[in-house]
């Protein structure tokens, strides 16, 4: 875990160095190169000619923020450095419930709101606000819990797998109401119940994840060994995926062939 490599460092600028090489360097080269990469590719594939030159110089005076799935590491290299550059001190772990009550009110009030300010300063790491007090939260408990803490009771998983399903099932029966072109605009902007269900379903649904996920790595012993170099390797796919993803999107066109198989 990320904060908790912290600890396993001799000095906060041998994590701070580990970190940039790790996230911050594949960002910044996914965000220049990745994007006209994708263009490349398809125009290639579909037999047009293409200059990689002009395609790069287009997307270079655009971008204006992180492109693409690196979205993620950018925003956890911000929390990795915040957390790097304040005192590490002694805190207590922040009680489940309130976080979690915390979290959704939080999430439903910037949805709802919608403030264009937040909006702007968030919109470099392309992080949508209503989100971002979920991936606080998250990284928060990830940071402070340790591996013999126990984030997730049966209580708390029971409590939040319910809430997860009766929000979901409540949700769904929402939007099966609404016009398919009035969903997004419903969801932003307005304080009804169709944004504050969406705000409960997605954070407890998140929580009850990733705690699942890290109960699963502190208590089974296959989980938390080491697998050779799959980390790195998975890494590298989660970097290149896009690209590959587009390329055969694109070479699949010409396939006929339904939506359904060529998904498969």
């Given at each position: 875990?990320?904060?908790?490599?912290?600890?396993?460092?001799?000095?906060?600028?041998?994590f701070?160095?580990?970190?940039?090489?790790k996230?911050?360097?594949?960002?910044?080269?996914?965000?220049?190169?990745?994007?006209?990469a994708?263009v490349?590719?398809?125009?290639?594939?579909?037999?047009q000619?293409?200059?990689?030159?002009?395609?790069?110089?287009?997307?270079?005076k655009?971008t204006?923020?992180?492109?693409?799935?690196?979205?993620?590491?950018?925003l956890l290299?911000?929390?990795?450095?915040?957390?790097?550059?304040?005192?590490?001190?002694?805190?207590?772990?922040p009680g489940?419930?309130?976080t979690?009550?915390l979290?959704?009110?939080?999430?439903?009030?910037?949805?709802?709101?919608?403030?264009?300010?937040?909006?702007?300063?968030?919109?470099?790491?392309?992080?949508?606000?209503?989100?971002?007090?979920?991936?606080t939260?998250?990284?928060?408990?990830?940071?402070?819990?340790?591996p013999?803490?126990?984030?997730?009771?049966?209580?708390?998983?029971n409590t939040?797998?319910?809430?997860?399903?009766?929000?979901?099932?409540?949700?769904?029966?929402?939007?099966?109401?609404?016009?398919?072109?009035?969903?997004?605009?419903?969801?932003t902007?307005?304080y009804?119940t169709?944004?504050?269900?969406?705000?409960?379903?997605?954070?407890?649904?998140?929580?009850?994840?990733?705690?699942?996920?890290?109960?699963l790595?502190?208590?089974?012993?296959?989980?938390?060994?080491?697998?050779?170099?799959?980390?790195?390797?998975?890494y590298?796919?989660?970097?290149?995926?896009?690209i590959?993803?587009?390329?055969?999107?694109?070479a699949?066109?010409?396939?006929?062939?339904?939506?359904?198989?060529?998904?498969?």
């Amino acid at each position: 875990m990320s904060a908790q490599s912290l600890k396993r460092k001799t000095s906060v600028a041998g994590f701070m160095e580990t970190k940039w090489l790790k996230l911050g360097v594949p960002v910044v080269v996914y965000t220049i190169f990745g994007p006209p990469a994708i263009v490349v590719v398809a125009r290639v594939l579909r037999g047009q000619s293409v200059d990689f030159l002009s395609v790069l110089v287009s997307h270079l005076k655009g971008t204006r923020s992180v492109k693409g799935p690196l979205w993620y590491p950018a925003l956890l290299l911000v929390f990795d450095t915040t957390h790097a550059l304040l005192p590490q001190l002694s805190m207590p772990i922040p009680g489940f419930w309130p976080t979690t009550l915390l979290t959704i009110s939080s999430s439903f009030l910037l949805q709802a709101a919608n403030p264009l300010h937040l909006n702007a300063l968030l919109a470099p790491l392309s992080v949508q606000p209503a989100y971002f007090p979920q991936y606080t939260a998250a990284y928060i408990l990830g940071a402070l819990s340790t591996p013999a803490s126990t984030l997730l009771t049966p209580a708390r998983r029971n409590t939040l797998f319910s809430t997860s399903i009766l929000s979901g099932t409540y949700l769904g029966y929402l939007l099966r109401h609404l016009p398919s072109h009035d969903i997004i605009s419903s969801l932003t902007g307005h304080y009804n119940t169709l944004t504050l269900t969406y705000a409960i379903w997605n954070n407890t649904t998140g929580l009850l994840l990733g705690s699942s996920l890290l109960a699963l790595f502190e208590e089974k012993e296959w989980a938390g060994r080491r697998w050779g170099s799959m980390g790195r390797y998975s890494y590298a796919a989660f970097l290149v995926h896009p690209i590959v993803c587009v390329g055969i999107c694109v070479a699949a066109e010409r396939w006929r062939a339904s939506g359904l198989v060529k998904t498969g």
